[in-house]
């Protein structure tokens, strides 16, 4: 049993350090909304000049005249050149992030193939947010929000983070637990059904790996047409 209780320390270590890295994310993603919430406010503001201007109204002295739409286009591109940071920096996340999930789903076929007396699992050390999201769908309640209908009462928050922390610690035993097998008949539908399980668990990679880079690719997009659309008219 020593070597199992040392297995399941080591999984509950690995949780709560996943947990620390999906809240430390969470603050991060909260202090760059609050920065973004306050760029789109002033580029919406100054948009009001450039809207004005189409009209012709800015050659009048209404809305400042001709400086008060100068003064607009400079708030616009200024404001602009943190949100084009953002998305080259998202490109880049998530295209690095498609090949670490198309890795790791490699990592598990070849498992798969050379595996030939124990049930594929994952080292800890391979599993991190980015892995962990991809394989469980992992959504903590920091992450999925609450409702402004739900009326519910909520437990606290501290009980909220223990109950994330022992769904984490259930999924990481699944994927990290390695099963010895034998020649019996039941040991053999077991291996079947994790066989089956760590195959539907690739492809979902792989589908997950696909989607994520054009993600990244979308981005890049976003970043060029911005980029041409705003600083065209310097």
Avoid: C
């Amino acid at each position: 049993n020593h070597p199992q209780q040392q297995q399941q320390q080591l999984q509950q270590q690995h949780a709560n350090k996943l947990i620390h890295a999906s809240l430390v994310k969470e603050s991060h993603y909260a202090a760059r909304s609050a920065l973004i919430g306050f760029l789109v406010m002033a580029i919406g503001i100054a948009f009001f000049w450039l809207f004005a201007n189409s009209f012709h109204v800015t050659q009048t002295p209404w809305l400042g005249g001709v400086p008060g739409l100068i003064h607009a286009l400079t708030v616009t591109e200024v404001g602009l050149l943190p949100l084009l940071v953002y998305m080259w920096r998202d490109s880049g996340e998530q295209l690095k992030r498609a090949d670490q999930i198309q890795a790791l789903a490699q990592r598990i076929l070849q498992q798969q193939h050379q595996q030939q007396q124990t049930t594929t699992a994952l080292d800890p050390t391979d599993i991190d947010l980015p892995s962990l999201e991809a394989l469980t769908g992992f959504l903590p309640f920091w992450d999925a929000g609450v409702g402004p209908f739900d009326l519910q009462p909520l437990p606290t928050e501290e009980q909220l983070v223990l109950d994330e922390t022992r769904k984490l610690q259930t999924s990481l035993r699944q994927l990290t637990t390695t099963t010895a097998s034998s020649s019996k008949d039941d040991d053999d539908d077991d291996d079947e059904n994790q066989t089956s399980f760590w195959q539907d668990k690739a492809h979902e990679l792989q589908v997950t790996s696909q989607q994520v880079r054009w993600e990244g690719y979308r981005e890049f997009i976003y970043f060029v047409l911005n980029t041409v659309a705003f600083y065209s008219y310097m």
